[in-house]
């Protein structure tokens, strides 16, 4: 049989890049050839380059392909924010891969054969030109299916929403429980620049041959029900949604000395403190977090990042944090034999897998969670943007596998918080039941992706489907 060719295509951002490799492997894994078209960033990005290098390096049976870059654009550009005020990053970005459809058909024209395109969710308007060359295309998905579930039906229903504008009203759609309003990402609320973009992307999902998740079923079975009885996408069919996940990655710095750290530290006795790739806070709000952990009495392993406004998620790196002088007076030499505080980054894969590790404060976004959940830790949820705050409810009400921090939508969360939370998931039987049915969980996971899994098996259907479309 000839192999089959898929080009993946992930969009813009390390965060996308991530678990389209994981999507490769699984595509590698099922015998296809895979190339990775990549976007270079419309500014130059040290991050960009140093990522592709290391995927490549770490994937040498995927050929990583960057895109030339698209033609310059015609003065005062006017999707792309325009004016004189810097223009919303979601603009942006879409607004730059509208500017690659161009470099994206020749190079698909170049390839001597491919039988599928795989889409990351910004990435709609490369629908037109599977459309041209008569391609079968798929989303992957890298969140999960509740998210989908929500994300398909605003898409379809909204132009611009006034969502934040309801508040604690509580908001109901299919395949979720009913959430506050103030809980679906800010940049859909009426006046966000991001809103239109963000929502003309999420209109075009169902356009798909069909949409990969990186989810299991038994996982978010309430979701994956409302997706396949179409409840989800009200003035359309929905394409058919395959659940293959989960992927997740490890990070593979083996000898990082967060590492040789926990190899010292009792089994299952570490909380791990880290938000994301994005994720900071304003000095006060560390200061409580060191508080709060201190006073837990509790083994701690924490990121800590310069503080950036939220607002602003350009993705620039950030100046390695001054711990002196971000923390309390003193903290890092009282805390020192139970706690460790890394700047900025952390090889989470691996330190959520280490055998010391006993629980995750989280900001919930979705490899995060998946990250957390197969490695069987109880999550203490602290959303802090995009789709966080309805992983929150996901995770908290349907999955059960968490619990929140409260104070996450206000000013602060305190420090009191942060230690009873802190406390109560190391401490009490609470904490312990979570635990086990995270364990659980986890066993599924595992059981999903292996051969007679869910998730094997969804990926050998959307295979034989996709050889369907290929049919002469
Ligand atoms: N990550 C990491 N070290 C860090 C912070 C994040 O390795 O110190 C990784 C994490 O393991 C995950 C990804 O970055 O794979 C973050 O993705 P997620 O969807 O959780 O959040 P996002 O960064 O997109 O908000």
Not at 300 to 317: A, H, T
Not at 318 to 333: K, Q, S, Y
């Amino acid at each position: 049989m000839v192999k089959r060719s898929v080009v993946l295509y992930p969009g813009l951002g390390v965060g996308h890049l991530t678990p389209m490799v994981e999507l490769a492997k699984a595509f590698l894994h099922h015998g296809a050839a895979v190339t990775v078209a990549l976007v270079e960033p419309p500014t130059k990005s040290p991050d960009f380059s140093a990522a592709v290098a290391r995927a490549a390096a770490s994937n040498p049976s995927v050929t990583f392909h960057v895109l030339p870059p698209p033609p310059p654009a015609p003065a005062g550009p006017s999707g792309s924010g325009g004016g004189t005020s810097p223009a919303h990053h979601v603009v942006v970005m879409l607004y730059h891969l509208k500017a690659m459809v161009a470099p994206l058909r020749d190079f698909l024209r170049s390839l001597p054969a491919v039988d599928a395109l795989v889409l990351d969710m910004f990435c709609g308007d490369a629908l037109d030109v599977a459309a041209e060359l008569k391609l079968p295309v798929f989303y992957f998905y890298a969140s999960g299916a509740g998210d989908l579930a929500v994300f398909l039906n605003v898409g379809r229903t909204s132009t611009s929403t006034a969502f934040a504008e309801l508040g604690d009203s509580l908001v109901s759609f299919p395949g979720a429980p009913p959430f506050k309003a103030s809980d679906l990402p800010k940049e859909f609320s009426e006046g966000s620049p991001g809103a239109k973009p963000i929502l003309g992307a999420l209109h075009r999902l169902p356009e798909a041959d069909g949409i990969l998740v990186n989810t299991f079923e038994s996982l978010e079975a309430r979701a994956v029900r409302a997706l396949r009885e179409g409840l989800c996408v009200p003035d359309r069919s929905t394409p058919p949604v395959y659940c293959i996940g989960p992927l997740v990655s490890g990070s593979g710095e083996k000898e990082h000395e967060c590492l040789r750290w926990l190899d010292k530290q009792p089994e299952s006795s570490v909380v791990f403190l880290s938000f994301g790739s994005l994720g900071t806070f304003p000095k006060k709000q560390l200061e409580e977090i060191a508080i709060g952990l201190e006073k837990s009495g509790q083994r701690f392993l924490w990121v800590v990042r310069s503080p950036r406004d939220l607002e602003d998620m350009s993705s620039q790196p950030l100046p390695e944090p001054d711990l002196d002088a971000l923390l309390p007076e003193g903290f890092l030499g009282r805390t020192k034999d139970t706690g460790l505080v890394l700047k900025s980054w952390a090889p989470q894969g691996d330190v959520l897998r280490h055998r010391a590790t006993g629980a995750f404060v989280t900001h919930c976004g979705w490899n995060s969670t998946l990250e957390g959940i197969t490695a069987g830790l109880p999550l203490l949820c602290w959303p802090l943007y995009a789709e966080q705050r309805m992983n929150k409810v996901f995770i908290v009400e349907v999955m059960k596998l968490g619990v929140e921090m409260k104070g996450y939508d206000e000013e602060l969360v305190k420090a009191e918080e942060v230690e009873t939370k802190v406390r109560w998931v190391m401490e009490s039987q609470g904490g312990q039941a979570l635990r086990d049915r995270v364990a659980e969980v986890k066993g599924r996971a595992i059981e999903a992706i292996e051969e007679e899994g869910s998730s094997h098996a969804a990926f050998v259907e959307f295979l034989k489907d996709l050889d369907t479309m290929n049919l002469p």
